[in-house]
């Protein structure tokens, strides 16, 4: 069963792997439960925005290289896009199969680095505080 994103174009315009699905044209069936999930995003993106911004202005952390559960997140949506591309193309059961599968790897990747890039933060936070002298 397919689904077509047309009506979800805005909310999905942003994500890497929503540009992917746009450009495809369709979703698998599973993967409305991601689609739904896109109605928060704009909210979500918000809260990492804002904690950057006030990291960067009340501390002296200026550097945030990219982690390996970062680049596997990364890999993931990629691939993402491809099988959504070739599951257009060619339209069978394992295009849609390993397609379904990808989309809940990207769901998980994706929670898996946020966590990952919060405990990071949070080491180099408390690290931070604690390696200043105190004040007088």
Not at 19 to 26: F, V
Not at 29 to 43: G, H, I, M, P, V
Not at 60 to 67: A, L, N, V
Request: proline share 4%; charged share 10%.
């Amino acid at each position: 069963m397919r689904t077509t994103c047309a009506g979800r174009a805005n909310e999905s315009e942003t994500s890497v792997t929503g540009i992917g699905l746009l450009i495809s044209g369709s979703l698998p069936f599973s993967a409305d439960l991601l689609a739904a999930l896109q109605n928060s995003k704009s909210s979500l993106l918000f809260i990492p925005l804002a904690i950057l911004l006030v990291v960067v202005l009340t501390t002296e952390i200026r550097s945030f290289p990219p982690s390996l559960v970062g680049k596997v997140n990364t890999a993931v949506q990629i691939t993402t896009i491809f099988a959504v591309l070739t599951h257009n193309y060619l339209e069978t059961y394992w295009t849609r199969e390993i397609t379904t599968f990808l989309m809940a790897a990207t769901a998980g990747t994706v929670l898996l680095s946020s966590v990952h890039y919060a405990l990071e933060m949070s080491r180099r936070l408390h690290f931070h505080h604690h390696s200043r002298p105190p004040r007088s």
